[in-house]
Nanobody, 120 residues
Framework: QVQLVESGGGSVQAGGSLRLACVASKFTYCMGWFRQAPGKEREGVAS???????TYADSVKGRFSVSRDNAKNTLWLQMNSLEAEDIAVYYC?????????????????WGQGTQVTVSS
């Protein structure tokens, strides 16, 4: 069992930045960030494996950056140049995959989510 707790959500002006954090009770091989906007399906944002290999959704490439601190069991999502399209609840996810780690992976554990709001 892995417990995930997100933090760092909030409200920023368009073009601003936020940094989300996810503290895990156990750090799995594969970690990811997903988001769900009102009325929309959940979508993958970024993933990172234990070696630091990352994957990003096309919509956030160049603006978001995912990283992990294995010593602290903490996953980060640096979000820059935020825009209205980024408004959503962001979720941290984790999985014990021995191979493969992407936005399509069947993550086993999920956090409670943290709200990100962007105003113009």
């Amino acid at each position: 069992q892995v417990q995930l707790v997100e933090s760092g959500g909030g409200s920023v002006q368009a073009g601003g930045s936020l940094r989300l954090a996810c503290v895990a009770s156990k750090f799995t091989y594969c970690m990811g960030w997903f988001r769900q906007a009102p009325g929309k399906e959940r979508e993958g944002v970024a993933s990172i494996n234990s070696r630091g290999t990352t994957t990003y959704a096309d919509s956030v490439k160049g603006r978001f950056s995912v990283s992990r601190d294995n010593a602290k069991n903490t996953l980060w999502l640096q979000m820059n140049s935020l825009e209205a399209e980024d408004i959503a609840v962001y979720y941290c996810a984790a999985g014990w995959f021995d191979t493969g780690c992407s936005l399509k992976s069947p993550y086993e554990y999920w956090g409670q989510g943290t709200q990100v709001t962007v105003s113009s």
